[in-house]
């Protein structure tokens, strides 16, 4: 397969099972919680697809790692050293009309991936696992397969807009494409999943939320709907076509957890904490908040998904 995305590997695939992991950062140890559940279940994908931190989570999985050494990955963490960045380094580098540098190092992200990473034993999983970036030149979202995936496309998949550095595939300039699809649930739907299992990293979408009273929760909640956005945008919508003459159109929520929700003979269902986690939740790489999403991320699966899974 070229790095293009086009490959005969993805015509008429048979995939009755999907995960989808959205993007969201150190928020992605939530995901490592939902997994865990599901493999304890014995649920296991025929396909997974990831944006931002949920395509590093996704490339664990599918290259055989176990729960235990997924947990372990985001306990080697050290938020010092994957972020050193500040807010004075940011508005620095917006002040510098010379050339743009990045405010964040991700070498330390970079050893982690190849020391951990199997990308051997990710090539031959049966599993199919898609990771998506952004094209910079044509803001077009590529989705690359676990038959050529390697660190570098990993990097550009993680690569956060205007604070990690962009990477280079193919000579191009690709970086996050959680601006666009944070949630990639496109894939699934394409190559026509049967059954779906959503992980949002927000409850918006999935909990109605109440209404902002100060700036930072005002802040928090309109970050929330960007990160929620691209899902529910994708989501197939029959509001027009069957009340075509209202006069307010709603378009539907497909976001309750544990939601058994048929569209048109695929079951969609969601993962999604309670409570909104905040701003600072999606840069705190701290073994401490590590642990307590990976336990939320847990008991959520099996609240939300338990009276349909088990």
Known sequence: MTSSGTSSDLDNPVIERAL????GGARGAYQVGVIKYLNELGWIPDMI???????INAVAWGSGMTVDQISALWFMYDRK??????LRGFLNTL??????SPPADIRSIRTVLETHIDIHALRKSKTRILISALNMKTGQIR???NKIIDIHHIMAATAIPMVFPWQYIDGIPHWDAGLMANTPIAPALALNAREIIVVLHSPVGAFETDEPKTGKQALNLAVEHMLIGSYTALLPDNTWRLTPNAEVFDTPRYGSPGLDLSLN?????IVAPPEI???ESMFNYSMAQAKKLINEGYTNAKMQLGPFLA
């Open 95 to 100: 002040k510098n009309r010379r050339k743009y």
């Open 143 to 145: 989705y690359f397969t």
């Open 20 to 23: 989808v992991l959205s993007g």
């Open 49 to 55: 697809c990831g944006t931002s931190i949920g395509a």
């Open 81 to 86: 050293k994957i972020r050193r960045f500040s």
């Open 265 to 269: 003979d695929v079951t969609l269902r």
């Open 277 to 279: 986690l905040g701003i």
